[in-house]
């Protein structure tokens, strides 16, 4: 399995923007198509964005759209997720993670290989 590690959270305010990373060891990032989760206090893992192997196919959650961009390289392995206007409801724990899926998926439980995490906190 692909060992993920994300980096970049923090704390901002309304507003702010934010780059998160998440770098892959272990296996080459080109076998997988990859994903952003959240997970707020006292609610579900949710789905955030994806991305196709290649990178030219992306989805996003609708509370997204417009504000956040998922990318890739996989020259330097590594995936992205760019956070513009970001708001107090955007505040959560962020999870990349690898699935095989042909086709990608937005379902969590989808995804075979996850990152420990990293804490996104937008102060209103």
């Known amino acids: 399995q692909v060992q993920l590690v994300e980096s970049g959270g923090g704390l901002v305010q309304a507003g702010d923007s934010l780059r998160l990373s998440c770098a892959a060891s272990?296996?080459?990032?080109?076998?997988?198509?990859m994903g952003w989760f959240r997970q707020a206090p006292g609610k579900e893992r949710e789905f955030v964005a994806r991305i196709s192997v290649t990178g030219e196919n992306t989805v996003y959650a609708d509370s997204v759209k417009g504000r956040f961009t998922i990318s890739r390289d996989n020259g330097k392995n590594t995936l992205y997720l760019q956070m513009n206007s970001l708001k107090s409801e955007d505040t959560a724990v962020y999870y990349c993670?690898?699935?095989?899926?042909?086709?990608?998926?937005?379902?969590?439980?989808?995804?075979?290989?996850w990152g420990q995490g990293t804490q996104v906190t937008v102060s209103s």
């Open positions: 993670a690898a699935t095989t899926y042909y086709y990608g998926s937005s379902f969590p439980a989808d995804y075979g290989s």
């Open positions: 272990g296996r080459t990032l080109r076998n997988y198509n």
